[in-house]
């Protein structure tokens, strides 16, 4: 099983990046997929989460600048981040209800 995050780096306030989260050795496809995110000396913090079905919710501090979506011909999940802000600094990390499986994460840095 492998979860392999990608997409991260440093960007500007107000800028934009995408997440990727290309996983094996799983059924994809029936698997609930989640991103999470951790900033240095604070607790995991659930952003995102995408249904088998394709169902999509937010917390509440990403609502409305952040969209989750899947490709399950691809096994992969993405975070479109958009308007990013200093406090969305962290290491994010994907996550599949199916087996509770953790990728390794990726790091985000925005800058003010």
């Known amino acids: 099983v492998q979860l392999q995050a990608s997409g991260g780096g440093l960007v500007q306030a107000g800028g934009s990046l995408r997440l990727s989260c290309a996983a094996s050795?799983?059924?994809?496809?029936?698997?609930?997929l989640q991103w999470y995110r951790q900033a240095p000396g604070k607790q995991r913090e659930w952003v995102a989460t995408v249904t088998s079905g394709g169902s999509t919710n937010y917390a509440s501090s990403v609502k409305g600048r952040f969209t989750i979506s899947r490709d399950n011909a691809k096994n992969t999940v993405y975070l479109q981040m958009n308007s990013l802000k200093p406090e969305d600094t962290a290491v994010y990390l994907c996550?599949?209800?199916?087996?509770?499986?953790w990728g390794q994460g990726t790091q985000v840095t925005v800058s003010s």
């Open positions: 050795g799983f059924r994809f496809s029936v698997s609930g």
């Open positions: 996550h599949s209800y199916y087996g509770n499986y």
